[in-house]
């Protein structure tokens, strides 16, 4: 019984004629055998009393449609039977290969533009840092490096501050010893200046602007060195238009060795030369050296006076004093009403003493020219040159009244709208 039950349940059974005179044959093959779709002869099977085909059933209706079952599959004449397995229907899908091919075609023409490209503007690909990360040029002498001016380094007018235009000149200095591979552990020191605890300080600093760059604007500096005397360096810069090509800002200063222990300046020594001399350029100063002398400058003498100055922790260089750069937002604070109604034009600073912190400074403005005794010795003639000094007023390791930097400025007016108000970005194309 329970084999009956296994093969009813893997084999669909046929139900019996509905007379009931029928009778069935208790030999094999009492009934003719029926042949499946593969052309195999099957024969039917008498088992106490129910007929079972092996391999095929008689066709049945099932509402009213015929169906059929082979080889345990249920089928009905109505439905149309599977595509024969042939070799074309056995391959990969074609869509994912020609998809690939499309591809690798795309961009191999992409590469081919670029290429074409580059023979047709070789000045404009030469010209991309899209990373800002700089590279040297002009074999090998030369380091360019592209700056974004961003909204941070932008001021009430709009324009780039000249802090921000000291600290992209700064930084490109610094790439350019790092590009060499002259950079050690120091900040801008190479490996032999490391050895003898060396480091360079800036002694001069000219600069001139021509326009200053404003939000959104990219600006490309151009660096390279210069010997100067015996135990002196010099470095120039141009600061560009990147899409223009129109120099801004011209910059040049001189630089000397100071032992990090003595905190004595000191002269170059022969290994030293020897590993930054060949990256010197034989040409003049892009500025042409201010060697005016600067007179003495006191709290008498002095139109405007801020003191109480105290450098922070943020101001100071890993070589544990005051950044330059640092010393102009000083010297400016110095003289409010200049800054308000005029912009720099041209700067030239003197490096006296380092600053450390702890050390509490004054600076010290005086208007040389164009000046108005009534205004605070600013007038309405179209320049004014200012003399500047910053000094230790007290604590840390300075002398009180010593000199820190000397510097002497000129000033251009900023251009006024009909309606009174400034319109700095007319101001900036003088």
């Not at 009934?31 to 007929?51: A, L, Q």
Request: one cysteine or more.
């Amino acid at each position: 019984m329970v084999a009956m039950s296994a093969t009813a349940s893997l084999f669909p059974v046929s139900s019996p004629k509905p007379h009931s005179g029928a009778k069935t044959s208790d030999k094999l093959g009492g009934e003719p055998g029926s042949v499946d779709v593969r052309g195999i002869k099957t024969k039917s099977v008498n088992s106490g009393g129910m007929k079972v085909k092996a391999n095929a059933q008689a066709p049945t209706e099932v509402n009213g449609s015929r169906s059929r079952i082979m080889n345990g599959f249920k089928t009905d004449d109505y439905s149309t039977s599977p595509a024969p397995r042939t070799f074309i229907n056995q391959l990969p899908d074609w869509s994912m290969l020609l998809a690939a091919i499309t591809t690798i075609f795309l961009a191999a023409e992409k590469q081919w533009m670029m290429l074409e490209w580059k023979t047709k503007r070789p000045d404009m690909i030469a010209d991309m840092d899209p990373f800002g990360l700089g590279r040297i040029v002009q074999d090998g002498l030369v380091f360019r490096q592209n700056f974004s001016i961003r909204s941070y380094e932008i001021g009430a007018d709009r324009t780039a501050s000249i802090e921000t235009l000291m600290n992209h000149l700064q930084e490109t200095a610094l790439n350019h010893v790092k590009s060499a591979g002259l950079l050690g552990d120091g900040f801008g020191s190479t490996p032999e200046m490391c050895k003898k605890n060396l480091f360079w300080v800036v002694t001069k600093m000219q600069v001139i602007v021509d326009r200053y760059p404003t939000w959104g604007d990219v600006v490309q500096v151009d660096t390279w060195v210069a010997p100067n005397g015996k135990n002196g360096m010099r470095r120039d810069w141009l600061l560009r238009d990147y899409k223009t090509g129109e120099i801004l800002t011209r910059a040049s200063s001189n630089w000397v060795m100071m032992n990090k222990e003595t905190r004595r300046l000191s002269k170059i020594p022969d290994e030293v030369r020897g590993e930054i001399e060949h990256y010197f350029v034989d040409a003049p100063p892009v500025v042409e050296d201010d060697s005016r002398k600067l007179s003495k400058l006191d709290e008498s003498t002095a139109d405007y006076v801020r003191d109480g100055l105290i450098p922070r922790w943020s101001d100071l260089d890993v070589n544990q004093h005051v950044n330059n750069v640092k010393y102009i937002g000083w010297i400016l604070e110095s003289a409010p009403q200049v800054v308000e109604k005029y912009e720099l034009a041209r700067i030239t600073l003197e490096y006296r003493r380092e600053c450390r912190k702890d050390s509490v400074l004054k600076s010290l403005t005086s208007v040389l020219g164009g000046g108005d005794d009534d205004n605070g010795g600013i007038g309405d003639s179209g320049r004014v040159d200012c003399q500047h000094v910053l000094l230790f007023a007290g604590g840390g390791d300075g002398t009180p009244g010593g000199e820190i930097v000397k510097g002497r400025t000129q000033w251009r007016p900023k251009y006024e709208k009909q309606d009174g108000s400034v319109d700095h970005f007319s101001a900036g194309n003088v």
